[in-house]
């Protein structure tokens, strides 16, 4: 039964992350977190940002250790499976069918109307992610983190895999530190 719920988990992702990668993230959040509490709000925000330092999509990169986590290599397989099938299905169909009538009132809407809504869903997630940091962190250091965070990103162009490994590299080192500031303290 867990294969089946994990199937259909992933192929829910994969029919409605409509706009990429980064529209099915909360996606993945909903489906993994809150339905079938596979892993807690923390590992998942833990997952997404290791995930987004490794190259390729996130949703199959997500998909695979979830799955690898849930059901071990064939879960993997099973959810990253879940996942592209039904943007392969989708892609030959309706990339084939609106090629032909892109330029229809219609057509342009609905792509037109799906902005927003990812735009929200991202919104959501990102205000999820802020608050589990200024709850770790106090009002003052998430918010001086974002926007330096954000200065990085925006105006210095710097890749979000080089701003996360160095997060890590510190964090490394500050839990270093800690602990010989420990084992000195035992010491005296």
Known sequence: MKHWHLFIAFFRVGMLGYGGGPASIPLIHKEVVDKYKWMEDDEFGDILALANTLPGPIATKLAGYIGHRVMGVFGMLNA??????????????????????????????????????????????????????????GWTPAIIMVVVVFVLLSVLNIHPGIIIAILLAAAVLKKDRNEETRKEGERA
């Open 80 to 137: 990253v499976l879940a996942t592209i099938f039904p943007t392969i299905v989708l892609m030959i169909i309706l990339l084939s069918t609106l090629s032909s009538i892109r330029d229809v009132g219609w057509v342009q809407g609905m792509t037109a109307a799906v902005v927003p809504v990812v735009g929200v869903m991202l919104a959501t997630l990102t205000w999820q992610f802020f608050d589990k940091s200024r709850k770790g962190m």
